[in-house]
């Protein structure tokens, strides 16, 4: 007997028998591993299917008709002319609410609507399929806390014009054009209603009742806060006060779903 030869055979057994054991066993890992991966995908589906982007546009209204800014000059109380520039108002702290309770709640929840790109001014709520409720709630600016957080992109990006300064914080609602009811030189006016430290903290709650939960829109409706104004006599708030709180307030009540 050739002790040699039998010895590498014998070798040569055990080395095949534990590469088979170790091939069985990433074998068994791989499987497991694809099994983890097909279940995880699997639930990122499911999640993705569970959840429902409610499409709600964001109209800037005039006279029941979407607003049109620099061309088009609009009459105001019979016998004046009006003409806006740029209109811009932050929406933020987005809720369903359902018998006054919330039951979805936006995360980041802040929104710059431009009157100028009406194209973009709508909400993608991805609230869960067959969400029940009666009314959205939203604020009409930006929180304190938000405004001491420093600088933030997105929508709080401060290239955007809606931003002062650290100390003052964010403007919530822009509003600029001319009229000859404004007694001024250029017959301007410039609304720049914002603040969020106290006595003058700006920013407005809103809650709006909504019976088609599937289809709905919100309109500000604009003429109704210039038909509040006293240009004449008020016609550039640019920082806060008592009496941009005011206009902030008055602002806040223009809302309604359509």
Known sequence: MN???????FVKLIYSKNMLLFLIKVSSKMNIYLAFLIVLFGNIQ???AQSNCLE??????????PLVLEDTSYTLQKKYQI???SFKFYLSNIK???NNIPVWMEDESF???DAELVDSNKLCLNIPEDLDFDAIQFNLGIDSVTNVSGALGGDLDPTRGMYWTWQNGYINLKLQGTSNLCNNPKNEFEF??????PPFS????IKLAVSNTVQFGITFNLDQFVNQLDLENVNHLMSPSQLALEHAQLAAKCFSIK
């Open 3 to 9: 002790f040699v030869k039998e010895k590498a055979r």
């Open 46 to 48: 499911a999640s993705i």
């Open 56 to 65: 709600v546009p964001i109209i800037c209204s005039y006279l029941n008709m």
């Open 83 to 85: 003409k806006f520039e």
């Open 96 to 98: 369903l609410i359902k």
């Open 111 to 113: 929104h710059l609507i």
């Open 192 to 197: 720049h209603l914002g603040g969020y430290l």
């Open 202 to 205: 700006n920013v407005q709650k």
